[in-house]
């Protein structure tokens, strides 16, 4: 059986003009995880000038509304140069040029709309001011207002006050009042913080002439503004490509940068340390070499040579070596816990049990086309879907086994009458001569329950659970010898999970099918391997102890022990029962896959025309939909509570090698 990839760890002395370059292979190379992970230097000292250009970069993409890139630009890329660095000067000169120009052209503009605005207010007032403020009886006022209030103070005043807007958006008015309730109104007005503006006293309103020179200013100022977005939109088509390179330069050199300035270091040297597979061993020395010149100490140490490993204090990094189909299920692996160092790799096993799985509950040839069809064009970034195209593999697989799962049971998008004649095709081949044998598909459950009704759901039922056996038994079987290449004897023979928990469980299954196929009746022998069995399982403890070379074998003493294995008996036959009978699930979800195909059958046929078809492809499109996520969680539940938990009683650390990241 395949295990984890083996791992050596490196110790690096590299002279500081050599740090950069060490530290760019590494993130390029993508198979070195450092030793203690690297963390941020509160050295005021250390400034990361990179990263400050990058910032400055960044400002520069926003100003010219340029699109961001992702970590695929990053490809090929390079630290800065000092070629980049003449190009980043020359690209921010014109960028703060352009900023300027807006900051003046915008501030011109406010200045001649305000003036504009202002003139305009008071463009119908054609009346000499002292005119009307001289009037005996009549108090007015002219000021600013916030325009949004201005309904809101002519409903305060009511009839006492006339208010007159000077200005289409109403934020300066002209109030008139009688000379008795000029003091109310301007309590009132208060209330709503009007702002008096002096007025000269022969004060007419503009004249036109300085309304349209004012017009003709705001004219100007606009189309000054509009060029400049002219200016801004050539120097993006010019430039962004060259901001883009820049970006992506910048972003790996400020990675460097920090894990330099988290590296233990003197004036001279640097110190790493870092975990890489064993098979790039010889490689990556060789590059190391040939980046410095030879001006490089390199240590490489095994696993088991290194204390904190042997203690326990430190976990080797683990790391699954597949192709591109298997690793494709790495994430369900990951998503669980991370195996330990050096125990057997399961990924090979969630692939083939996940691919049977849900191909038996989701069997369909049309649903699994769409699957299959989805997964290449994923493969081939035809159809994207963001991070889920790394998952074309699955779709694939599951598409493959749904197809053919349908076609042994003659579906076809819901149609069991379409794959008929290519049925009967390959059973006339075989020599079948039964009209009614057929007419049926492939592997016909209608036939069998012709025949006796109970055989198809035995025959269902059987074959899940027998599937579960298969799943249940490999999961015991990783996980003795797994306990076996950690030295962990006591739990690889006795426990649950252990090799006596195995026999327990196998023998049980053997027992019963010799009785109910077979018609055997339980001889002594039987309940004493049975009682044998469970006995090692359920009263484990001391027997582990013992196996380890730790003492007292009892540990918590005699009563404790008792009380412990009985609640354990109990545990042991509970969860043998429910992991077989778990797997019943995939029969059921296999029938009511069949049901719902039917059901959209029958009412395409009782549909005419055009609505059966509609009929036919909404139904389709919710069953591979709704139906495919569930039957997705429930194989994932599966193999989660009824394969992992056979094996996975402690997790390891994950290889999560150092990479550049666009935005580390």
Not at 144 to 169: C, H, M, Q, W, Y
Not at 228 to 252: D, G, M, P, W
Not at 414 to 419: D, E, F, G, I, R
Not at 429 to 444: I, K, R
């Amino acid at each position: 059986m395949a295990r984890t990839t083996p791992m050596r760890l490196v110790e690096l002395m590299v002279m500081r003009q050599d740090i950069s370059s060490i530290i760019e292979f590494i993130g390029k190379k993508g198979n070195f995880q450092f030793q203690s992970g690297l963390s941020s230097t509160d050295d005021k000292s250390k400034v990361n000038a990179d990263f400050e250009t990058f910032k400055a970069l960044q400002q520069a993409r926003a100003f010219l509304n340029v699109e961001d890139i992702d970590d695929s630009f990053l490809n090929g890329v390079s630290r800065p140069t000092e070629e980049d660095a003449r190009l980043v000067k020359n690209l921010l000169a014109g960028i703060d040029e352009l900023k300027n120009k807006e900051l003046e052209y915008g501030d011109e503009l406010k200045r001649v709309q305000d003036a504009n605005d202002e003139a305009e207010s008071f463009a119908n007032l054609k009346i000499s001011f002292s005119e009307l403020d001289h009037v005996s009886f009549l108090s007015l006022k002219i000021g600013r207002i916030d325009p949004s209030t201005f309904d809101e103070l002519k409903f305060a005043v009511g009839n006492r006050v006339v208010i007159v807007p000077l200005g289409a958006d109403k934020s300066k008015i002209l109030v008139a009042t009688s000379k008795k309730a000029r003091f109310a109104l301007d309590t009132e007005l208060k209330k709503f913080n009007f702002v008096n503006l002096e007025i000269p006293s022969d004060f007419k309103g503009i004249p036109d002439d300085v309304l349209e020179s004012l017009r003709a200013q705001l004219a100007e100022a606009k189309k000054t503004y509009d060029s400049l977005e002219e200016e801004k939109k050539n120097f993006k088509t010019t430039h962004q490509e060259i901001l883009r390179h820049l970006l992506a330069t910048y972003s790996v050199g400020s990675q460097i940068l920090d894990v330099q300035n988290a590296l233990e270091s003197t004036n001279l040297v640097y110190r790493l340390t870092g975990w890489f597979p064993e098979a790039d061993t010889h490689s990556m020395m060789t590059e190391f070499d040939k980046l410095t010149e030879g001006r490089i100490a390199i240590r490489v140490y095994q696993p088991h040579e290194i204390p904190a490993v042997l203690s326990g204090h430190e976990k080797v990094p683990v790391k699954l070596s597949h192709g591109k189909v298997v690793s494709a299920f790495e994430r369900m692996i990951f998503s669980y816990g991370s195996p330990l160092y050096g125990s057997i790799d399961p990924t090979p096993f969630v692939a083939v049990f996940f691919t049977v799985l849900f191909g038996i509950m989701f069997g369909d040839l049309g649903q699994g086309l769409v699957f299959l069809l989805m997964g290449i064009l994923m493969a081939k970034k035809v159809l994207k879907l963001g991070g889920w195209n790394k998952f074309a593999p699955i779709f694939i697989c599951i598409g493959i086994s749904s197809s053919i799962m349908g076609f042994l049971e003659g579906e076809f998008f819901a149609n069991t009458k379409v794959l008929v004649p290519v049925s009967a095709a390959i059973k006339s081949a075989l020599g079948v001569t039964d009209p009614h044998e057929l007419a049926e598909p492939l592997f016909s459950l209608e036939f069998w329950a012709a025949k006796n009704p109970i055989v198809p759901i035995f025959l269902i039922f059987g074959i899940t659970i027998g599937l579960g056996f298969v799943i249940n038994s490999i999961g015991l079987i990783i996980n003795f010898f797994n306990k076996l290449a950690q030295q962990k004897y006591g739990s690889a023979f006795f426990g649950k999970t252990g090799l006596a928990g195995a026999l327990f469980f196998w023998y049980v299954i053997f027992f019963a099918v010799r009785i109910a196929a077979f018609g055997h009746s339980p001889q002594v022998y039987d309940w004493i391997i049975i009682g044998v069995t469970l006995f090692f399982s359920a009263f484990a403890e001391p027997f582990e102890r013992l196996a380890d070379g730790h003492h007292p074998a009892i540990e918590n003493g005699l009563g404790s022990l008792i009380i412990g294995g009985v609640v354990e008996l109990i545990e042991v036959i509970s969860t043998y029962l429910s992991n077989s009978i778990s797997f019943v699930r995939v029969g059921a979800f296999a029938l009511a896959h069949a049901v719902l195909g039917y059901i959209i059958s029958s009412m395409v046929e009782l549909a005419p025309g055009a609505a059966g078809i509609i009929i036919s492809i909404i139904g389709n499109s919710i069953v591979i939909v709704l139906e495919g996520m569930i039957v997705a969680i429930q194989v994932i539940r599966l193999q989660y509570y009824e394969f992992f938990s056979k094996f996975f009683n402690e997790t390891g650390r994950e290889f999560k090698p150092f990479t550049f990241k666009y935005k580390n």
